[in-house]
């Protein structure tokens, strides 16, 4: 997302627009991350559920991107099969540690 947002160029009204799609992809790492440090596995799914909120925020925020040509509807595209990609591999994770118990 970083290099899509540090190489568009648009008008200064829409510096929010750019702001909140740059925050939030960073959240689902740093979602990842904060979960990693909690004390049960129980918080640490739930901020993988969390990151998993920020993954489809990030993906629906490019949807206006290219509404404004900022994107190629391939871009897009692309971006969206990444992110489902993402969405299972945190699946996968989530799973993952509930099937190594409580």
Sequence with gaps: MLDITENLTTEAKHYRLVEQAE???ASIA???SEGKGR???KEFIQFFYIARGSLYESITLLNP???RNWITMETLEE???DGIEIASMLKGLINSIYESGN
């Design 79 to 81: 971006m969206e099969d």
């Design 39 to 41: 004390r049960t596995k």
């Design 30 to 32: 740093r979602n990842i």
């Design 23 to 25: 925050a939030a992809s």
């Design 65 to 67: 991107f290219e509404k």
